[in-house]
């Protein structure tokens, strides 16, 4: 399937929405410029995701995924090109909280308890104390952890702490979610569990997601699209359509077509990886 | 929870039982071999000079307690106000770091002298000085590092929440540096004692229990000295358990099990 087909799995834009939901224009980014450790970790990326769409960005170490996610949080700016996040630049995208992010770490903050986690980014939004602690118990009952808001964070499995912080991140219902390896550090069944959670969870907000991981399986349970990348230089060599139905269960995962899928990602990346240096990719 | 005091009855007996057995030693060693109180003094003889004197050991430990205690309190005001500025002003840790390092090297004991100098021979200042200057030293070193040392998922997260810096202080810098000024003042604690004591060794006013410590054996009053020193221990061991206290307070259920290098 090529780069440019039309997705037919993604759901269609709303009237009130912008038409894209993050817009990639010619991007790169080089980092160490001028010096001998220079590295070019995109050249010339275009990108077009549209709203209530699931994006993984998959590709060996090195190739640039977790920058391109980096740039598109405004977590760092491109060398060149440009960057739309809900219909304005990233920048300010960031500044107006327009995103939620996750990482491989929980990243939660120790010495709160689990609501005054998920309150964080409300407090510094200014939200007053009711309705911080009632939208709270809203992302804790959406995560299926409500008894757990006055817990401190080490009181929790890796599954439960990566679950709040899918909650944080979805607290102020921003209109995308952006995913760096979130499950990467979890165990295969944990993991497994926390995908299936992650698609209802989208369904249930409308979100927007891009995805970066490592697995094959799990980029294509998860995506409607999945952006096949490569290194040295970082660029995207192929995107895979997934149209496997909006409503994906464990029975997907014995389906003929995800296998179908699954091999049709591992040949994209191989043809990516003709040096055969690929690390870092997982077939399970 | 009925088996908590077993707990710590299990956890306090072995100790305890070994303390017991070299008293005893020491007190079968001057006993059997007869050796004379200038050359060492038995434990019996040492606790009945404790009795017998602890009105005036307890004197001495309020004295010498009180001046750890000031310079205690206020090196961990100084450490942390100048830890602060440190985090805020790259420039002055540049600057006071290095000059930190080497009023550490400085003997302590040539600071004393000298502030003896400076004020009145019966003032209570130099050796306050000494202590706050110890103590300003440790809180500063360690509240810094917490100050600094900000999980870098914290930071990507509190930059996506677009959180300005007084935010970030606040919400993330302040809390995480908790720890490290308890861990401060755990280490200080008792190392502020041990700074009273030594200050009094070098002149000035006779009331603390350094001076009475070498005073009463330089008259060849060794039980008497060795008194003084079981006073001097459980001031020590008082303000260790302070320390602790405090900690407790400060980070309920989760001091212990705090994951501080963020994983």
Same mark, same amino acid.
């Given at each position: 399937?090529?780069?440019?087909?039309?997705?037919?799995?993604?759901?269609?834009?709303?009237?009130?929405?912008?038409?894209?939901?993050?817009?990639?224009?010619?991007?790169?980014?080089?980092?160490?410029?001028?010096?001998?450790?220079?590295?070019?970790?995109?050249?010339?990326?275009?990108?077009?995701?549209?709203?209530?769409?699931?994006v993984s960005l998959i590709g060996p170490s090195g190739c640039g995924k977790s920058t391109l996610l980096r740039l598109i949080a405004n977590l760092t700016e491109p060398t060149g090109g440009t960057i739309t996040v809900a219909g304005k630049p990233a920048r300010t995208a960031r500044l107006?909280?327009?995103?939620?992010?996750?990482?491989?770490?929980?990243?939660?903050?120790?010495?709160?308890?689990?609501?005054?986690?998920?309150?964080?980014?409300?407090?510094?939004?200014?939200?007053?104390?009711?309705?911080?602690?009632?939208?709270?118990?809203?992302?804790?009952?959406?995560?299926?952890?409500?008894?757990?808001?006055?817990?401190?964070?080490?009181?929790?499995?890796?599954?439960?702490?990566?679950?709040?912080?899918?909650?944080?991140?979805?607290?102020?219902?921003?209109?995308?979610?952006?995913?760096?390896?979130?499950?990467?550090?979890?165990?295969?069944?944990?993991?497994?569990?926390?995908?299936?959670?992650?698609?209802?969870?989208?369904?249930?907000?409308?979100?927007?997601?891009?995805?970066?991981?490592?697995?094959?399986?799990?980029?294509?349970?998860?995506?409607?699209?999945?952006?096949?990348?490569?290194?040295?230089?970082?660029?995207?060599?192929?995107?895979?359509?997934?149209?496997?139905?909006?409503?994906?269960?464990?029975?997907?995962?014995?389906?003929?077509?995800?296998?179908?899928?699954?091999?049709?990602?591992?040949?994209?990346?191989?043809?990516?990886?003709?040096?055969?240096?690929?690390?870092?990719?997982?077939?399970? | 929870?009925?088996?908590?005091?077993?707990?710590?009855?299990?956890?306090?007996?072995?100790?305890?039982?070994?303390?017991?057995?070299?008293?005893?030693?020491?007190?079968?060693?001057?006993?059997?071999?007869?050796?004379?109180?200038?050359?060492?003094?038995?434990?019996?003889?040492?606790?009945?000079?404790?009795?017998?004197?602890?009105?005036?050991?307890?004197?001495?430990?309020?004295?010498?307690?009180?001046?750890?205690?000031?310079?205690?309190?206020?090196?961990?005001?100084?450490?942390?106000?100048?830890?602060?500025?440190?985090?805020?002003?790259?420039?002055?840790?540049?600057?006071?770091?290095?000059? !930190?390092?080497?009023?550490?090297?400085?003997?302590?004991?040539?600071?004393?002298?000298?502030?003896?100098?400076?004020?009145?021979?019966?003032?209570?200042?130099?050796?306050? +000085?000494?202590?706050?200057?110890?103590?300003?030293?440790?809180?500063?070193?360690?509240?810094?590092?917490?100050?600094?040392?900000?999980?870098?998922?914290?930071?990507?997260?509190?930059?996506?929440?677009?959180?300005?810096?007084?935010?970030? +202080?606040?919400?993330?810098?302040?809390?995480?540096?908790?720890?490290?000024?308890?861990?401060?003042?755990?280490?200080?604690?008792?190392?502020?004692?041990?700074?009273?004591?030594?200050?009094?060794?070098?002149?000035?006013?006779?009331?603390?229990?350094? !001076?009475?410590? !070498? !005073?009463?054996?330089?008259?060849?009053?060794?039980?008497?000295?060795?008194?003084?020193?079981?006073?001097?221990?459980?001031?020590?061991?008082?303000?260790?358990?302070?320390?602790?206290?405090?900690?407790?307070?400060?980070?309920?259920?989760?001091?212990?099990?705090?994951?501080?290098?963020?994983?």
């Amino acid at each position: 399937m090529s780069a440019d087909a039309a997705s037919t799995d993604s759901p269609p834009a709303g009237p009130d929405k912008p038409v894209s939901a993050v817009e990639v224009v010619g991007v790169s980014k080089v980092f160490n410029r001028g010096k001998a450790s220079h590295v070019d970790a995109l050249v010339d990326i275009d990108l077009t995701i549209v709203p209530g769409e699931f994006v993984s960005l998959i590709g060996p170490s090195g190739c640039g995924k977790s920058t391109l996610l980096r740039l598109i949080a405004n977590l760092t700016e491109p060398t060149g090109g440009t960057i739309t996040v809900a219909g304005k630049p990233a920048r300010t995208a960031r500044l107006e909280q327009d995103y939620g992010m996750a990482f491989q770490q929980a990243g939660l903050f120790e010495w709160r308890t689990v609501a005054k986690n998920i309150e964080l980014p409300l407090e510094l939004k200014g939200w007053d104390r009711a309705k911080r602690r009632a939208r709270a118990r809203e992302m804790l009952e959406l995560v299926k952890l409500p008894d757990f808001a006055d817990h401190l964070p080490w009181q929790l499995s890796g599954g439960m702490q990566q679950r709040i912080a899918i909650a944080r991140a979805l607290a102020a219902h921003p209109p995308l979610l952006l995913m760096d390896e979130p499950f990467g550090a979890l165990d295969e069944m944990t993991r497994e569990h926390m995908q299936a959670e992650l698609l209802r969870i989208c369904a249930e907000t409308g979100t927007t997601v891009i995805f970066v991981t490592h697995s094959i399986p799990e980029a294509v349970y998860l995506s409607n699209r999945v952006v096949v990348m490569s290194p040295r230089p970082g660029r995207i060599t192929q995107i895979v359509d997934v149209p496997l139905g909006a409503d994906r269960t464990d029975d997907t995962r014995e389906d003929g077509a995800f296998y179908g899928k699954i091999t049709e990602v591992r040949e994209a990346l191989r043809g990516a990886e003709f040096d055969l240096t690929a690390k870092g990719i997982e077939d399970r | 929870m009925s088996s908590r005091p077993a707990a710590i009855a299990a956890a306090v007996a072995p100790p305890l039982a070994l303390g017991v057995l070299l008293l005893g030693l020491w007190q079968a060693v001057v006993r059997v071999f007869d050796l004379q109180p200038y050359f060492l003094v038995a434990p019996t003889d040492i606790w009945a000079k404790f009795v017998d004197n602890w009105s005036n050991i307890w004197d001495a430990m309020v004295v010498s307690g009180t001046n750890a205690a000031f310079g205690l309190m206020f090196g961990a005001i100084a450490g942390v106000l100048m830890a602060f500025l440190l985090s805020r002003f790259a420039i002055l840790d540049q600057l006071v770091t290095p000059m !930190s390092i080497a009023v550490n090297a400085i003997p302590a004991f040539v600071l004393v002298s000298v502030f003896n100098n400076m004020f009145a021979t019966t003032s209570v200042v130099p050796r306050r +000085l000494m202590v706050t200057l110890v103590v300003f030293f440790v809180v500063l070193v360690n509240v810094a590092k917490g100050l600094r040392q900000v999980n870098p998922v914290h930071a990507e997260l509190m930059r996506s929440y677009a959180a300005s810096g007084w935010d970030v +202080l606040r919400k993330v810098r302040v809390p995480n540096a908790v720890p490290y000024l308890f861990t401060a003042l755990k280490v200080s604690a008792p190392l502020s004692v041990i700074y009273a004591y030594v200050s009094e060794y070098f002149g000035g006013a006779q009331t603390g229990l350094g !001076s009475r410590i !070498s !005073s009463n054996i330089s008259n060849s009053k060794n039980a008497v000295g060795w008194a003084y020193v079981l006073g001097a221990c459980l001031l020590g061991l008082a303000f260790y358990l302070i320390s602790i206290a405090l900690e407790a307070v400060a980070t309920p259920g989760g001091a212990g099990q705090r994951n501080r290098e963020g994983s």
